[in-house]
């Protein structure tokens, strides 16, 4: 067998151990869940489940020790290979349990027990002293109200019982009583918050030389007493017992305080304290608002953006259990301390703003996510240092010239070179969860999607079809991470960084991978439909249109064609605060602009393709989802709805206009919405990205959208010589005006139509890149034939880049 088959062996046997053992967790959990169920079923029901959670249990035996019972699982024998953890109730150790194996097995991290199964035996054990200790209280509190004449009595027997388990939390608790109290303006307070704080009463009369002396603990313990005595004076039993409930459920949280206050905690830390959180009773989430709020703020800057205008939107909108389930699909390395970068934490908390405004029945559109996996910022530098590739960093202080030269060689190495192990496993796992489902592995950097600073397009995305055999779906996989990783280092983002001053900003490349929306047509796999929508459009194709009434721009199938320029092809554009003034107002102008292409993903090659509508339609055109929402059969003069002759015919009489989703479906209502409740609650307008699989409609992204603050058209001198104009336009063009113009880039549609080879085509893009670092910048402009930065048939329009153009103050 192979290195390859043996790891992959070896990861598959891995995934099964970690199934088995949140089987495991889940079973455990349900036992204690059982309302009725006294301690003897529990015991006897937990020792059951736990030796199929295990590596070998086939000789696996359990025990359990609790208050002088012991409870073993059937023909229980005792061997040297145990693996125990004791069972706690606020610190205080109550009982024991045990795996043991009756064979001697292979060693493994602990003897032959595996360190994740110390975890699960650690968490078991935590489970069962958190259940306990809830028993032991619940039974309080029941004593306490079989009588009214004893309820004025119920906070002190919670205070003897704390005495004796928890002096530590009893102490604690005091404390913030007194805070509580002097709060409530109650002066004997004062004095008490002396005795028990001496440095800190110290501090407040100004004596800050010396250290004060603190009391013996047995001291403070009774000192307790008379805190609650001067509570039970001043406040009713039921703020007193209010107050403690809530002081105690905050202190069993405290495990999660420690986790996010310290900065050198890793993600795997904060992860598995989340899970510990969850993990927890019902009451967990009955939380003080400053605790919660604390949790929340906290959270959000460590996991998803740490700048202060996202944390302060986002944690109006983001609990702390939306990360729960978040975070079992984050994949870092063991230390990182890595976001989810611009990208991720856009679409999140898109996501989450538009759940909470529907909870509230102030967003009646249904909405999704595609299910999507994370791969931490920081997970780049460890792939980088995992191949000694270090010095590639230096690569945004080099010459851009230089930079465009060595970036194909980048490429070549960061792909050629093995991902670390434990990413490995983590996209293992992320396909297991996917299946075979076609997926875009997308650019989620630091930097990319933030106020002003959106990076649109300089970053790879890549389309995978992910069929095959489990081995060639996950070297797929890691060649896409790897190249979206080397496009960091590329030409273009580079100087977008040098552009808008971010070169010396600290960058980190996080990714995004994400089941393609859509279903399987023949052997092709593709969305119904997809686009872009904008809060703000630029583009007046009408005096009626007003900047705030937005802009959607559609195509059919995959996305690309929407946001990417092509030469020979258009999407189809419509406002949705205005639907009714169409963009192309003719028969004639709708068959001319509308789509007639599209991009697909082919099942059978496994490549990203782009064919004809109509070849398409001709094939699957009755099968195709939502179809009657997209096409027109055009019938003489005018168009109308197909019916299902169209549909079934060759499709030539059919053409792309969405009449029927604007007209026949809520759709316009849905972006509209959706734009005006991001932009409102973001600060400005967004630019979205969706697509729709004939049943559902998903958001892919959310990010600041850029647009120009100049609204009024310019003023146009009158009675200019006809030789003196050289282009003129009075539809599609955005407003502005420019001063001090020197220099026209011009080049000849005719001259350009005549080369003859793809080479010289190529060589004019690199011509007019030159001239961009040369002219003075925003001082020129470029005139040229097709749509710059083509994406398509580049004899349809000039080929170039981001940098080739971006000094320019007109593209014409």
């Known amino acids: 067998m192979t290195n390859p088959e043996k790891s992959l062996d070896r990861l598959i046997h891995d995934l099964r151990e970690r199934a088995k053992e949140l089987n495991c967790l889940y079973e455990v959990q349900e036992i204690l869940s059982a309302q009725a169920a006294g301690i003897d079923q529990i015991c006897s029901g937990i020792i059951t489940v736990l030796p199929p959670g295990w590596q070998y249990p086939d000789v696996c035996q359990a025990e359990i020790t609790y208050e002088g019972k012991t409870y073993r699982t059937t023909g229980f024998a005792s061997s040297r290979w145990v693996q125990s953890a004791d069972i706690k109730i606020q610190d205080d150790t109550v009982g024991r349990i045990s795996v043991y194996y009756t064979e001697e097995r292979p060693l493994s991290d602990e003897g032959p027990f595996l360190k994740e199964e110390r975890k699960l035996i650690n968490t078991i054990a935590d489970q069962i002293g958190f259940f306990l200790l809830h028993q032991q209280l619940s039974q309080v509190f029941k004593e306490q109200l079989r009588s009214s004449e004893e309820r004025p009595s119920e906070w002190k027997v919670i205070l003897d019982l704390l005495k004796r388990t928890d002096p530590e939390l009893v102490m604690r608790i005091s404390r913030k009583m007194i805070n509580y109290l002097g709060w409530k303006g109650i002066k004997e ?385 419509v406002s949705p605060g205005n639907p009714t003034l169409p963009v192309n107002a003719t028969l004639e102008e709708v068959l001319r602009y509308s789509p007639r292409k599209m991009d697909l993903i082919n099942l059978e090659t496994r490549s990203f393709e782009t064919v004809e509508i109509r070849t398409l339609l001709a094939e699957h055109g009755k099968d195709y989802p939502y179809i009657s929402h997209l096409v027109s059969a055009i019938d003489s003069d005018r168009l109308r709805k197909p019916d299902a002759k169209d549909l079934a015919g060759n499709a030539s009489g059919l053409v792309v206009t969405f009449d029927g989703l604007f007209n026949r479906t809520p759709f316009l209502n849905l972006i509209r919405d959706t734009l005006k409740i991001l932009g409102e609650v973001l600060g400005g307008p967004v630019d979205l990205e969706f697509a729709h699989d004939g049943k559902d409609f998903y958001l892919l992204q959310c990010r600041s959208q850029s647009y120009s603050g100049q609204h009024a058209p310019a003023e146009i001198p009158a009675h200019i010589p006809p030789e003196h104009i050289l282009f003129t336009a009075n539809r599609f063009i955005t407003n502005g005006s420019l001063n001090d113009i020197t220099h026209i880039v011009y080049v000849d549609p005719q001259k350009y139509s005549e080369l003859g080879s793809y080479e010289e085509l190529f060589s004019v893009g690199r011509a007019v890149g030159r001239l961009n670092q040369i002219l003075p910048k925003r001082r020129f402009i470029l005139m040229g034939p097709g749509r710059w930065g083509s994406r398509g048939d580049i004899k349809m329009g000039v080929n170039a880049s981001y940098s080739d153009i971006n000094n320019t103050g007109m593209l014409i």
Do not use: C
């Not at 909470?356 to 595609?370: D, E, L, T, V």
């Not at 001053?501 to 996080?510: A, N, S």
């Open 189 to 573: 307070a004062d004095q008490m918050l002396e005795a028990f704080n001496p440095a800190g009463a110290a501090l407040m009369q100004g004596d800050t030389n010396r250290p004060a002396d603190e009391p013996p603990q047995g001291q403070l313990i009774d000192m307790s007493d008379g805190v609650f005595a001067l509570a039970g004076q001043h406040l009713s039993r039921d703020v007193i017992m209010d107050n403690l409930q809530k002081w105690i459920r905050e202190d069993r949280s405290a495990f999660l305080v420690d986790v996010l206050v310290n900065p050198g905690s890793s993600l795997a830390e904060i992860g598995n304290a989340l899970e510990r959180y969850h993990l927890l009773p019902g009451e967990r989430l009955e939380l003080s608002a400053p605790r919660e709020r604390w949790f929340r703020i906290a959270l959000i800057r460590r996991i998803l953006n740490d700048q202060s205008e996202f944390i302060k939107t986002a944690q109006d909108h983001i609990n702390i259990g939306d990360f729960s389930d978040f975070m079992r699909r984050v994949i870092h390395p063991t230390a990182s301390h890595g976001e989810l970068g611009g990208k991720s934490a856009g679409l999140f908390l898109a996501l989450q703003i538009l759940k909470n405004y529907a909870a509230r029945g102030k967003f009646p559109h249904p909405i999704k996510s595609p299910r999507t996996w994370y791969l931490t910022s920081d997970s780049i530098f460890y792939f980088m240092a995992y191949n000694n590739l270090e010095d590639v960093v230096e690569q945004k202080y080099k010459d851009l010239a230089q930079v465009r030269q060595e970036f194909p060689y980048i490429q070549h190495v960061f792909k050629s070179s093995p991902l670390p192990p434990e990413i490995v496993r983590g996209l293992s796992l992320a396909l297991e969860d996917f299946g075979d489902v076609p997926l875009i592995v997308r650019s989620s950097s630091l930097l990319e999607d933030r106020m002003g600073k959106t990076f649109a397009g300089k970053y790879k995305s890549l389309f995978i079809a992910n069929k095959g055999s489990k081995p060639e779906r996950l070297q797929n996989l890691m060649d896409a991470v790897k190249e979206v990783y080397a496009s960091t280092f590329g030409p273009e983002p580079i100087e977008y960084r040098v552009q808008h001053h971010l070169l010396d900003h600290h960058e980190e490349m996080g990714i995004l991978i994400q089941e393609v929306v859509g279903s399987q047509l023949g052997r092709y796999y593709l969305p119904a439909f997809a686009g872009v929508a904008f809060s703000s459009n630029d583009f007046h194709w009408s005096s009626r249109i007003r900047s705030e009434d937005g802009l959607v721009r559609l195509v059919m199938g995959l996305g690309t064609r929407s946001v990417d320029r092509l030469s020979d092809d258009y999407p189809v554009l």
